[in-house]
């Protein structure tokens, strides 16, 4: 699933480079200190850790896979073959949000159902940077040619699921179809939040998913103007080969699990790795997840999204979701003691 994280409405994201990397700490942490690791469901973990570790490349992850597979004792199998390794780089932990949208829609236009759900045009897929949001949605080049996958009943709905990248829409007669990541018109996101706080409309701490929509609404011609401000538009493609009780594709390509998935840098975490959360705020967390995607917003060693399940639920405690703590990662021995030398 290739999306942009809630964080990205808010906030722009700076660049890591090369010397960011350089410059990371790395210590080793020993699981007494973990905070509550001995009360976690290991066992739960172990299982989301299946889904995805035969899709990892090198061998040290390929071993330990395979010896995952044979049903070990899980809290055993992760303390006799990993190590906790804190990465840091200067700066605090971040710890957001986010979560599979559903949207009210229909096979067919009209009624309440009026705004469009596209596939990608061949010319955009030709093109690195095609039309803006505002020319797309404004123009007529996207009419009348059997580019609609689907159309849903609100506009401001529809903008927060280009965001997320991927949901489910609820058809009238009961179905429900999926819709995946299918491409960009290659035009940067311009952050909304961030252009809201820009104007004085609100403060940078009180600006969140549901309060921009909120917003939107009460101001139907502001909002509408407000959303083209952002130039990036996404397409979507219908998914019809994932079965209902199981979550959206990460960026593994594989299903992710509420409360055990997040969304990490892949500069600094191997996606597929277990990671050790401690979320503090208002919700704290304690609990072992697995790096199985990314997003546009999450950048930095102690940067990460929870994927918080699917439907206005799990959207409402993803949407506050902004909160300190900290985040470790389980490497394997050897690598851990490789970047952590002063450890041995």
Known sequence: MIRAA???????????????????????????????????????ALQVFNDTCPDMNDIDWRSLCALAQQNPSARNFFELFFRPVLISEGRPALFTGYFEP????????????????????????????????REIELGDTMKDRGLEIAWVDDPVELFFLQIQGSGRIRLPDGRTIRVGYGGSNGHEYRSIGAEMV???????????????????????????????????????????????????????????????????????????????????????????????????????????DLFMGTGDDAGRVAGRMRDPGRMLILMPIQRAYALAPDAI
């Open 198 to 304: 820009r104007r004085g409309i609100y403060n940078v701490h009180q600006v969140s998913a549901q309060v921009i929509k909120n917003w939107v609404r009460r101001n139907p011609i502001e909002g509408a103007e407000l959303l083209l401000f952002n130039p990036s538009y996404v397409f979507f493609r219908r998914i019809d080969d994932l079965p209902p009780e199981r979550g959206p594709r990460g960026a593994m390509n594989r299903s992710i699990t509420a409360g055990r998935s997040v969304a990490v840098d892949p500069a600094f975490v191997t996606l597929g790795a277990p990671v050790w959360v401690e979320k503090d705020g208002e919700d704290p967390v304690r609990r072992l997840m697995i790096a199985q995607d990314t997003g546009s917003a999450i950048k930095g060693a102690q940067r990460a």
């Open 102 to 133: 559903e949207l009210d829609g229909a096979l067919r236009f009209g009624g309440r159902y009026r705004y469009p759900l596209y596939r990608e045009p061949p010319e955009s897929l030709e093109a690195d940077l095609w039309l803006t949001r």
């Open 6 to 44: 809630l964080a990205a409405i808010v906030l722009a994201v700076p660049f890591i480079g090369p010397a960011a990397l350089a410059e990371a700490r790395y210590d080793i942490v020993e699981f007494a200190e973990l905070d509550h690791w001995d009360a976690d469901d290991h066992a739960s």
